[in-house]
């Protein structure tokens, strides 16, 4: 008997949670939904400038990233980079946040904040997240990179899952199609392979703010959500944990760090809904 009430509590118990995602979901789903801004092919053509720009940004940090290397050397080297090519930081301000980049190592998830005193070492894995805006419109992206080539096999996967799922999710950008079909594509990608996705933390429209309606969650149902229609720009961005999904804030009131100490990957790129499909505009 007592094995068979623990098995009731424990079914009723995953049902609540369900629920309580479900709820979650919805509420994320419909906030802002009718603050939508669409844009037009002259202000996406502004976005695809500043994608660009975030773009060679990252690109010049993966050759920096290495033993020894400070977040703080990445977060230098993106602010001169991002001043030579005429733009300004998105970040670095933003609700007080002090620095241009966000460098996640290993555990972290999203906003960590660059250092001198984090120096990465072989084998970590670090997420860089980067924004500009140019000419009033911004541009927003992200990578995980590893340190050096002595990653575990399950590193490897981590990093190839997570930046998987964000194609996943980019192949459902269609006119017609739904918030909820682009988390559902990530979301199912991800648990296929054995990780978890977070659910604090999702992606987000863009424009002439950093943050515009709708929310993009990572997970999700078909049909739920916003309705994709042309002129809609989506930061589109997994994060992935090798663990369980459940995160926490650190002290600084910043950095997010998985709850059990898990590895996590994060991926982001800018997209446009068109006529003729997905549009990426940060690549």
Request: glycine share 10%.
């Amino acid at each position: 008997m007592d094995a068979r009430s623990g098995t009731t509590k424990l079914k009723s118990a995953e049902l609540e949670s369900a629920k309580l995602e479900s709820a979650k979901l919805e509420l994320i789903m419909s906030f802002g939904e009718d603050r939508i801004i669409r844009k037009s092919p002259e202000e996406i053509e502004k976005m695809r400038r500043s994608g660009k720009m975030v773009r060679q940004v990252l690109n010049h940090l993966k050759g920096v990233v290495a033993a020894g290397v400070t977040t703080m050397d990445l977060e230098q080297a993106a602010e001169k980079l991002i001043a030579d090519l005429g733009a300004a930081p998105a970040f670095k301000g933003y609700y007080g946040y002090p620095c241009v980049l966000c460098t996640s190592i290993n555990e972290e998830i999203v906003h960590g904040i660059p250092s001198e005193k984090r120096t990465l070492k072989t084998g970590d894995i670090v997420s860089i997240d980067c924004g500009v805006v140019y000419d009033g419109y911004y541009g927003d992206a992200a990578i995980t990179v590893p340190v050096g080539e002595k990653l575990t096999a399950e590193l490897k996967k981590l990093l190839e899952v997570t930046e998987a799922s964000l194609y996943k999710g980019i192949e459902q950008v269609k006119i017609g199609n739904t918030v909820g079909h682009v988390g559902s594509a990530i979301q199912k990608h991800v648990e296929a392979n054995g990780f978890s996705v977070v659910r604090e933390f999702v992606g987000h429209g863009i424009g002439t703010k950093l943050h515009e309606a709708p929310q993009i969650p990572n997970f999700g149902k078909k049909g739920q959500g916003a309705e994709l229609t042309e002129g809609m720009v989506l930061a589109i961005e997994p994060m992935v944990n090798s663990g369980r999904p459940e995160t926490k804030v650190l002290s600084d009131k910043w950095t997010a760090v998985t709850l059990d100490g898990s590895y996590s990957a994060h991926f982001e790129h800018c997209v446009a809904v068109t006529r003729q499909g997905p549009m990426i505009l940060t690549q």
